[in-house]
Structure formats: structure tokens, C-alpha cells
């Protein structure tokens, strides 16, 4: 595995005001935990011991998102080690305390590197509370992710969803996982065709018309089971990923040298870029999903193999086009500039597609009626996928506004 060095090292700033000043609005957030709904009412701060001796690499290794319905925390720096003290998780380097975050308001850590160490104390703690630790490759790949097997609601439901896949439940719900991406395809391509009124916006437009009609075929499927139905919808999906993607190549100035999207050993940085963000999206669904119950590794329309989480990959489909393809693109199209050095993306390009990527998790959308942060959404789809499989709930996609 890569040395992952610089993680992004900045915490995220309240648009016109400093982070450590600004509380951000009381919007109303699904706490997984307690299954309700509440709004805190308090930005959390590093709490930072008053020495000059700290670390001057901390800022590169510690960064603290705090949002409103809890804070992640992420870590990349060799040397790190994570503890429990009391009801707080400690951060040392070289046996020096650098920092403490109560444990009341972690939501997630994320280890971004290699050489970071922590404690069975501190696993014990966060498994007690619901909060989940990540661990990402160079990359950006998810290569391990700890939860507790006790915040995975009833067996009940892992069994559902084994039946749904030999049934017409599967059927229905991966019609609509895959319809729902397309239709997040076709109103990205709709949010880029907004400024762009020459010839190139009218074939957006065109590729926005053919996406629609190929959602609607694929809604009008129907087969016994996912098997019957998943090369039919492979096929259709296959067909709407080239309008996509070749509609966004043509956006794209030539100097990335992107030619399409090449999700395996990318030779641009484009490529790179996107696979960073659906890395670090992937791990957020892959949490969301052990939360509601689900069983990872029996997907719909991606099939089993050893290692695969399957189902994990199902329902990201619908969140790459809004949470990934969507911010960084725009930062491309701002003469964002992607680099690749030793076949990764460079230190700040990580930083640069992290930071994108995390702000749209924690940024407020429309869903079911109200506004929710996207972290949130991810979890709501994850329940809803539960509850479909037991026949108590239609499945219906995200769709994302703009």
C-alpha cells in the first residue's frame, strides 16, 4: 500500500466566517444512533492543550469537519497513535497529547495513511457508541471498515434481502437503484448545459433526452429475479454510461487528456480524481449500509465474488453523479488542475477532491419533504433499502436538486 502523507489538512471554513467562530444553522438531521431526529446546537472546536511545543506537522496530519449532526474526524501522519481517555479519543505523537475530541459528538474517524495506531480501548469505545472507523488506501479505496455487529438492527433483515434476490422484490429495487442513477446522470449534464447555450449545451440537451428514454425502458423491465433482469439492465446502463461520459468528455479541456472514464490503473488525472471520491463516498455508503442491518456482500446488480461489497457498490450508484462527478467537475471546469505522481493522485490534488467530496456529504439537500445533510440521505436510502426488502416500503432513488 502507498504512503497516504497529507490527508486534507485544513479544517473546512463556514463560507465568510472562520470555522472556530461561526455555529452553524439548526437544520434537522436523522440521528442512526438513536433513531430520531434532532438538531444540536453546537459546532464543535478542537480542544488543543495551550503549548508551543506541538507538532508543527499537526495541521498536515489532524483534520477536524465538524458539521451538525456530529464530526469526522481524519487522520494521515506516520507516527499517530489513537487512544481513549475518559470520554474523549486522544491523539498523540511521540507520547505527547495534540489533541482530544469527546466521544459524544465523533459520528466517524478516518485513517488516511499508514504508521497510525490505535488502541483495543479505543475500538471497544467507538463500537460501544456507533462510531465508525475507516481505513482508506492511497488511493482513496476503502480497504477496512470497523463497526459494531450490534448496530446491525435483526437478522430479519438480512434474510429479506436474501430472498429478495431470487424474487421480484430484487427486481423491483434494483429497477429503480439503476433508474436513479441515470436520472442523476441526465440532471448533471442538465446543471453543466445551464451556461453553456451554443452548439455544445444543445448536445447536452440531446444526451439529457436519451438518458430519459433509457430510465423509462429500464422502469418497464420485469423478470422472476435479479438474474433474469441484471444483463438486460447491464446492457442499458452500459449504453447510458457512454452518453454520459462522452458528453462530459467534450466539457472537458484537452489538456487532461480524459478520454472517457477508465476506472481501473487510470493513466489521467481526471480518472484519478474520480477514483479518489468514489473511494471515500464508498466508505460512507459502506457504513450506512452495515447500520441499517444489510449484508454487504449480496448485491442486486453486482454480482458476488470474493472481497466484493456488492451491494455497498449498488448503492452508491445513485450518489456518485451528486456527491463525486458533480464537484469535481465544476472545480475541472474552475481551472482545477488534477496531477498525478508515482501512478496516485499528488498531495494536493487528494486534498483538493477530499475536501470537494466531504463538503457535498455535509452540504443540506431536499428529500421526502424536507433538508437534510447528504451524510444523512446516504443513511435514510440505506434504512429504506432495509425496509423495502421486507416488503413494509418501495424503494425509491435519491435524486439530487441544483
Known amino acids: 500500500m502507498s504512503a497516504f502523507p497529507a490527508w486534507p489538512h485544513r479544517p473546512i471554513p463556514a463560507p465568510d466566517a472562520e470555522p472556530r467562530a461561526r455555529k452553524p444553522p439548526h437544520v434537522e438531521q436523522y440521528n442512526w444512533i438513536s433513531d430520531t431526529w434532532e438538531s444540536p446546537q453546537e459546532q464543535l472546536e478542537l480542544d488543543l492543550p495551550p503549548s508551543p511545543d506541538i507538532d508543527p506537522d499537526f495541521a498536515e496530519q489532524i483534520s477536524l469537519l465538524a458539521t451538525e449532526s456530529g464530526t469526522q474526524l481524519l487522520v494521515a501522519g506516520f507516527g499517530l497513535s489513537l487512544g481513549k481517555h475518559s470520554e474523549r479519543l486522544s491523539i498523540k505523537k511521540s507520547r505527547k497529547l495534540i489533541a482530544e475530541i469527546p466521544f459524544l459528538k465523533l459520528q466517524e474517524v478516518v485513517v488516511g495513511s499508514r504508521g497510525v495506531t490505535l488502541s483495543s480501548d479505543l475500538l471497544e469505545a467507538c463500537c460501544q457508541r456507533g462510531i465508525r472507523i475507516a481505513f482508506l488506501a492511497g488511493s482513496g479505496r476503502p480497504f477496512a471498515l ?38 442523476n446522470q441526465a440532471k448533471l449534464l442538465l446543471y453543466f448545459a445551464r451556461n453553456r447555450q451554443s452548439q455544445q449545451g444543445d448536445d447536452l440537451r440531446l444526451a439529457v433526452n436519451m438518458l430519459h428514454k433509457i430510465r423509462q425502458q429500464i422502469l418497464a423491465l420485469a423478470g422472476a429475479d435479479c438474474a ?39 493513466s489521467d488525472a481526471v480518472n484519478a480524481a474520480l477514483n479518489y471520491g468514489y473511494g471515500i463516498l464508498t466508505a460512507h455508503v459502506w457504513g450506512a449500509v452495515m447500520n441499517a442491518g444489510l449484508e454487504p456482500f449480496a448485491g442486486l446488480l453486482h454480482t458476488d465474488r470474493s472481497g466484493k461489497p456488492s451491494f455497498v457498490l449498488d448503492l452508491v450508484e445513485e450518489f456518485r453523479q451528486p456527491i463525486v462527478d458533480r464537484p ?59 425496509s423495502a426488502f421486507r416488503g413494509l416500503r418501495p424503494y425509491r432513488p435519491f435524486s439530487f436538486q441544483w
Do not use: C
Open 228 to 266: 433474469a433482469v441484471r444483463p438486460t439492465i447491464l446492457g442499458y446502463e452500459g449504453a447510458a454510461a457512454r452518453i454520459y461520459w462522452l458528453s462530459l468528455v467534450e466539457l472537458v479541456p484537452d489538456a487532461h487528456q480524459f478520454a472517457g472514464r477508465k476506472p481501473h490503473m487510470p
Open 146 to 183: 470497523i463497526t459494531s455487529p450490534l448496530l446491525t438492527a435483526t437478522v430479519e433483515t438480512r434474510r429479506a434481502q436474501m430472498l429478495a434476490i431470487n424474487g421480484s422484490v430484487g427486481v423491483e429495487i434494483v429497477r429503480w437503484m439503476v433508474a436513479g442513477k441515470i436520472r
Open 328 to 386: 469535481v467537475f465544476a472545480w475541472i471546469f474552475k481551472n482545477g488542475n488534477p496531477r498525478i505522481a508515482n501512478s496516485l493522485l499528488d498531495t494536493e490534488s487528494r486534498e483538493a477532491i477530499a475536501t470537494r467530496v466531504l463538503t457535498r456529504l455535509n452540504s443540506v439537500e431536499p428529500h421526502r419533504g424536507q433538508n437534510h445533510q447528504v451524510r444523512s440521505i446516504i443513511q435514510m436510502q440505506a434504512r429504506l433499502a432495509a
